[in-house]
């Protein structure tokens, strides 16, 4: 199956094509709707993974011609957008989003799981939630990597405060 990602930041657009297909999913991807448009009739996506915001033609915009298009009418779109209003949630739903996550609230494996759902092609939706918990223990073993670089990063900065604090409260 062929997943399409349209980010125009393109850090995340590589992130998420990367861990999309390592679900054995064919990426494409575009940087902005007007590009994610002709890819979309080019390559025939199983499924479009789409940010709201974007230069040229906004995610909405881009899902209205999708859907107004009959090449591209029937293809699965999951909306991401940092817009948590309800209205915009509405909006995406009324322009015939399969699914509408906000960014501030899922991860990457919350991703992950919303295209399986929607292309139900996982009877393993059960076991991605166990897979996703796996990985959640690789996360806990790299924030503790991260507080012994923070310390190492903080002890020389907090050495010559105390030096300065220490030596001014003992005069």
């Keep these: ?9 393109a850090a995340l657009r590589e992130i998420y094509s990367i861990r999309i297909a390592a679900e054995n999913y064919e990426v494409v991807s575009a940087g902005d709707g007007e590009e994610a448009l002709a890819v979309a009739v080019r390559e025939r996506p199983d499924l479009i993974l789409s940010d709201v ?4 033609i906004s995610g909405f915009d881009m899902l209205d011609i999708l859907r107004n298009t009959p090449e591209t009418a029937k293809i699965k779109v999951v909306m991401m957008t940092a817009l948590s209003s309800d209205d915009q949630r509405a909006r995406g739903e009324r322009l015939g989003a399969d699914r509408y996550l906000v960014k501030s609230q ?4 919350d991703v992950v799981n919303a295209i399986h759902e929607v292309l139900g092609d996982k ?10 918990a796996q990985p959640a223990a690789t996360p806990a073993a790299q924030p503790a990597a991260q507080p012994a670089t923070a310390p190492v990063a903080q ?6 405060d105390q030096t300065t604090y220490g030596t001014n409260p003992a005069q």
Excluded: H, L
């Design 1 to 9: 199956m062929k997943i399409m990602v349209v980010e125009d930041d």
């Design 106 to 109: 899922v991860g990457i494996e």
């Design 155 to 160: 002890a020389p900065v907090a050495q010559p």
């Design 123 to 132: 009877a393993a939706g059960q076991p991605a939630p166990a897979d996703a």
């Design 53 to 56: 915001m974007m230069p040229k």
